[in-house]
Each structure stands twice: as C-alpha cells, then as structure tokens.
C-alpha cells in the first residue's frame, strides 16, 4: 500500500540524517519530493538516488529562512508537480554545546534564524497551496523542546518555538482544512550526537542512550515511519499533536538505558537506503 500516492511533500533539511530517511520514505510510498536544503548539503545526490530507486524527486538549494527562497522552493513544487499537498520543516541546526553564560550570541543567532524563521518562511509560503489542497504540515520539535536540554538550552528553546508555533497554525488553519502536528525526536544516530562529527562530547554521548528506557539511539527511519504516519490521511483526525519518538527519555527516571532488554538496544534494520545518516553540518556555515 503507497500511503502518499498521488501526494506531493517538501522536506526542508533532506539531505542527510533524518530528512534523507523522510525524503525516501515519502518516495516509497509514493510521494512527488521536493528534496530542500543548502547548497553544501547533499540534496542532489538524495533526490538523484530517489530517482534511481525508481521514484520522483527533484532538489533545491537555497536558505530557506529567507522568504523569497521560501517562496521559491513552493513555487518549484508546484511548477513541476501541480500542487503541494505536504510541508516537513525538518531543517535545523545544532552547532554548539556550551554554558548559558558562555553560549555564544553568534551560535543563538545562527541556531534561531536556521530552526525558527525557516519553519516560518516556509509554513507562510506553503499555506496558501495546502489550503487548496486540505493539505498539512508536520514540523520537527524535540524532547528538548519540552524539557530543556542541559549544556544547549537555546536549542531547546528554539524547539519550543516550533511546538508552539504548529500548535497554533493547526488552531488556526482547521478552518481551511489544514492539519498540523509536530514530531519530537530524542537522541537520533547522526551526526549530530556522535563526538566525532557534532558538538557532544563523550560524557554527553553516553547520556544519551542511558536517560531513554530503550538504551540506544533511534534510527533515521524510525522517526520517518512517523512522520509518514503524521502527514498520510491515515491521520485525518490527528491535528496539535506532538508525537514523541525519543525512546522514551521523557518520561525516563534516572539512567534507566542500560536496564532495557537486550532485544530493545538493537537498531533495526529497516528497508531504506540511506547513506547521508552521518551528513550534514553541525558548525555555523558563512554561507548560511
């Protein structure tokens, strides 16, 4: 069964980690893609290997938290497949780790621009195309966003933002047939939560897996496979909503990872082929 036949979806940030699983989750199932991102990220290799997988995907480039870029990347979708049916504002930025008294001003300003306004710009220039189609929008939160997150507590802050700005296009939007829910991601294996390519360190890494009562990090795809739920009309009745996909740490008590069974610290193994989990920049970038 192709859940998204017929549907066609921008996913903000879909060149590497989640978004990649995103984009070729949704082409799989039958989606038309819109693989957005920067011009460093590999976005065009994503929609390239959609394609060759025998699905339907195009890229583009362009900082999105610029409402004329925003604009732009609406118009392409529609241009080339006729309408937009689905937002993901998956993009976002985790570039430091630090103190409140030694975060820096440059990091929050890097971090809100790139997690905040984009979600904005692009919720502003798709709603118009998704009121025509009873469209929705399914927007990256996190645990962070709900309980604060230690060491990065803007970043946290900048999800809230998200949760409470999708919360409110999908009170203000149900009047035009517009749904809008929110995914949270705990610690996911990318880039970003390996010492070697993100801003954790080896104490924080280890938190990770040892504050969720699964005892690992999720996969890419799993957090896709909500995703794909959230933006089907599987989901017709589902509009305001968080859904936690975190392993569990936000209602953990204590280091409860390393008590789950054997059988649960397993990544599975899923049917997507992603290559980009470990892509995507973590430190500020002059060209975003």
Same mark, same amino acid.
């Given at each position: 069964?192709?859940?998204?036949?017929?549907?066609?979806?921008?996913?903000?940030?879909?060149?590497?980690?989640?978004?990649?699983?995103?984009?070729?989750?949704?082409?799989?199932?039958?989606?038309?893609?819109?693989?957005?991102?920067?011009?460093?990220?590999?976005?065009?290799?994503?929609?390239?290997?959609?394609?060759?997988?025998?699905?339907?995907?195009?890229?583009?480039?362009?900082?999105?938290?610029?409402?004329?870029?925003?604009?732009?990347?609406?118009?392409?979708?529609?241009?080339?497949?006729?309408?937009?049916?689905?937002?993901?504002?998956?993009?976002?930025?985790?570039?430091?780790?630090?103190?409140?008294?030694?975060?820096?001003?440059?990091?929050?300003?890097?971090?809100?621009?790139?997690?905040?306004?984009?979600? =904005?710009?692009?919720?502003? %220039? /798709?709603?118009?195309?998704?009121?025509?189609?009873?469209? $929705? !929008? +399914?927007?990256? &939160?996190?645990?962070?966003?709900?309980?604060?997150?230690?060491?990065?507590?803007?970043?946290?802050?900048?999800?809230?933002?998200?949760?409470? =700005?999708?919360?409110?296009? %999908? /009170?203000?939007?149900?009047?035009?047939?517009?749904?809008? $829910? !929110? +995914?949270?991601? &705990?610690?996911?294996?990318?880039?970003?939560?390996?010492?070697?390519?993100?801003?954790?360190?080896?104490?924080?890494?280890?938190?990770?897996?040892?504050?969720?009562?699964?005892?690992?990090?999720?996969?890419?795809?799993?957090?896709?496979?909500?995703?794909?739920?959230?933006?089907?009309?599987?989901?017709?009745?589902?509009?305001?909503?968080?859904?936690?996909?975190?392993?569990?740490?936000?209602?953990?008590?204590?280091?409860?990872?390393?008590?789950?069974?054997?059988?649960?610290?397993?990544?599975?193994?899923?049917?997507?082929?992603?290559?980009?989990?470990?892509?995507?920049?973590?430190?500020?970038?002059?060209?975003?």
């Amino acid at each position: 069964m192709k859940r998204l036949e017929g549907k066609v979806a921008i996913v903000t940030g879909g060149g590497a980690g989640i978004g990649e699983a995103i984009c070729k989750k949704f082409a799989q199932e039958g989606a038309k893609v819109v693989v957005a991102g920067f011009p460093e990220d590999p976005v065009e290799d994503v929609a390239k290997e959609i394609q060759e997988a025998g699905n339907t995907a195009i890229a583009f480039t362009g900082d999105l938290s610029l409402e004329a870029n925003a604009k732009s990347c609406v118009d392409l979708a529609v241009k080339q497949y006729g309408k937009l049916d689905i937002l993901i504002n998956n993009a976002g930025v985790f570039p430091e780790t630090n103190l409140v008294t030694d975060y820096t001003e440059e990091a929050f300003d890097y971090m809100f621009k790139n997690n905040c306004k984009t979600t =904005f710009a692009m919720s502003k %220039a /798709a709603l118009p195309e998704l009121q025509k189609t009873k469209g $929705n !929008i +399914v927007t990256a &939160g996190s645990e962070a966003g709900v309980l604060g997150i230690p060491q990065n507590t803007p970043y946290g802050g900048t999800k809230a933002f998200n949760i409470a =700005f999708t919360k409110g296009i %999908a /009170a203000e939007q149900a009047q035009f047939g517009v749904r809008a $829910n !929110i +995914v949270g991601p &705990g610690p996911i294996d990318t880039t970003w939560t390996h010492k070697e390519t993100g801003p954790m360190d080896a104490e924080m890494e280890k938190m990770n897996t040892q504050a969720n009562l699964v005892g690992r990090r999720g996969t890419p795809e799993e957090v896709a496979n909500v995703y794909l739920f959230l933006a089907s009309d599987e989901a017709s009745f589902v509009t305001g909503s968080h859904y936690m996909v975190d392993g569990g740490i936000t209602i953990a008590k204590g280091p409860m990872g390393g008590k789950a069974d054997d059988s649960m610290k397993e990544q599975p193994e899923g049917n997507l082929d992603l290559k980009h989990a470990k892509d995507g920049h973590t430190t500020i970038r002059e060209s975003a």
